[in-house]
């Protein structure tokens, strides 16, 4: 017989759906229920959620149908789901080895205080939770552990793995797109220390600002307010050698045409291309052949081996340390403040990574 | 005191520009003028053009404008150039170790039965000539001369070097667009040697059936009576791995939706997008972050490695040798053909790679 350890639960549930309209909190119900955390099934873990990352591809699971997206994912009347950093503090016999109680961990995890996660005894059952490493802990040297979804977690590992993909020269100029995002802004630090020159495309003029300021690009515009061509005709007249790409459609076939002869470009995704819009006619792709560009399309989790190798910790870790950059985030307090929080990050409001602190350590 | 030594060149002219019209024989003049070969200055040589290359790329040059065809490729009233066999029959003394009589050439030259090429002493005269190897003239092995043009030649460099781009792999699947012609016959059959399944599109029933009975193909469709989309699914249940490109515009739309993730496409030009014509607007653009696709653009100059390093004649000279591939070719007879063959050629009416013979070796 066991004891019960009742704790109680809040969590942020998918309501209903936005599909082509704006996100409003309709979409979100916020519930309180009470979980048992002293009932752990053998391939059981339950998680208590420190932080969670609000990120822009959760979009999709406010379409009904469409896109990639698996159906699971777009449950109504569960929580959303979402990359966390949470602690282990309940463990099944079956798993209690490899998901030691105390450890912290990241993964998708659901956006709530608290997060059951079963079957981890079954061989078929697929997670991406990782154990952080022992220093995640450690703050004392710049490093916040928010920064394990951020710089250090799945942006991070998109920034640092894409440039590899684009295999970067020093001397060259690349050009990012969303700079002042979780990923962009990191894909410009890390260039720069490469040795390229780069340039930023941001949302506002205090983003780009930022960026020129406080994250050592070389140039950066504010697409709302600048024509593309124009600014990239000034901040790069002698053209783009990479384009790392977060959004496609218009900006995309204006880099095909200004793109210089074996330029690269690196595609993580089409954002302006999804939510169901008619996609933007894409008409300058005979550029390709005629300049031997190529496009590569990312996917980041093709590319976990730098988390599993810790090339990603040691080297992004190093770099923050040293203070040789720098990574912004947005951090607010309480998991029933997620949905105001991520209709804002959706419209752009925020700088940089957006972050909802659930818990302390 | 040298003695002169005259002899009739007769040339195929650009006379007049189609433009967006199709090409007609009002496009072209042919000119009969005589050239001196004792005259030759210390940095020229004087070619006896064997073998003439038609392609469809020469096409470009009858825009007054548009594209990035050089304007010095597209003057009136001087000959049409085009990928030539030749054989050196003077050479100045200044050039005469580097381009000795009697050696065999490819590279462009005029359409005519003698080109005078100047300037190869001085350093900042590019040329794409070279020096065809002894062997070249031996034909008892099955491999004619011609084929230092066509399957040894830029075709064959296209075909080989874009397999190595795409690093192909054995068991996959590679779909080859224009798979009859000059370079997409000789794609399909390397790929098949190498170990993968192989589809081509080709533009009548004849091309497609030869591609299968005569050249290993896996399956091929008449682009013209069967529509891709159904042709596709029925030859490639399973999705395409890798597709050989050299079309653009609807097929390609078409391959980013069904290609398989991690799918590789080599674009090796695109004339469905080229004269003046309002591009295809491509729509699946999104495919590429979606499923780890990647596009490489391809030029055939900056592969000329292959050429140097004598690893394309070896590599397909032996396989052509061996019979283990096949090359088709038709070849015609007299410099005064051309332009006629030109525009059949245009219109689809070959299959294979087309050369006019200007003269016997």
Not at 42 to 69: A, C, K, Q, W
Not at 157 to 184: C, E, H, N, R
Not at 222 to 231: F, L, P, Q, S, V
Not at 291 to 318: C, P
């Amino acid at each position: 017989m066991t004891s019960s350890k009742i704790f109680s639960n809040t969590s942020i549930i998918r309501a209903s759906y936005a599909n082509d309209s704006d996100v409003t909190l309709a979409q979100f119900r916020i519930e309180t229920n009470d979980i048992d955390v002293s009932k752990v099934a053998p391939g059981d873990i339950i998680l208590r959620n420190l932080y969670l990352s609000l990120d822009p591809y959760v979009r999709f699971t406010l379409n009904e149908t469409g896109g990639d997206t698996p159906a699971s994912w777009r449950l109504l009347n569960v929580p959303f789901y979402g990359l966390g950093i949470s602690e282990i503090i309940a463990s099944g016999e079956a798993v209690a080895t490899k998901y030691p109680v105390g450890a912290l961990v990241s993964g998708n995890v659901g956006y709530e205080q608290y997060t059951r996660i079963s079957g981890l005894d079954d061989p078929k059952t697929q997670t991406d939770l990782r154990i952080l490493p022992a220093h995640a802990r450690d703050e004392t040297k710049g490093v916040p552990l928010s920064y394990y979804i951020s710089a250090l977690g799945m942006p991070g590992l998109t920034a640092y793995a894409g440039l590899k993909v684009l295999d970067v020269k020093p001397g060259k100029i690349i050009f990012v797109g969303s700079a002042a995002g979780g990923v962009g802004q990191l894909v410009g630090q890390l260039a720069k220390q490469q040795g390229l020159r780069v340039i930023g495309s941001a949302g506002s003029d205090e983003k780009a600002a930022y960026l020129i300021e406080k994250q050592q690009f070389d140039g950066a515009f504010n697409y709302k307010t600048e024509d593309a061509r124009e600014a990239l005709t000034r901040l790069a007249p002698n053209g783009i050698d990479y384009f790392y790409d977060t959004v496609g459609g218009a900006i995309l076939d204006l880099v095909l045409e200004i793109i210089n002869e074996h330029g690269k470009i690196l595609s993580i995704g089409m954002i302006s291309q999804e939510n169901g819009k008619e996609p933007y006619p894409i008409r300058n792709l005979n550029a390709i052949a005629r300049k031997a560009v190529t496009i590569y399309g990312f996917i980041y989790w093709h590319h976990l081996q730098y988390f599993q190798n810790g090339e990603l910790d040691t080297t992004i870790r190093s770099l923050l340390e040293q203070g040789k950059i720098n990574y912004r985030e947005e951090v607010f307090n309480g998991i029933e403040t997620a949905p105001q929080h991520f209709i804002n990050m959706l419209s752009g409001k925020y700088a940089g990574k957006v972050i909802i602190k659930i818990a302390d350590l």
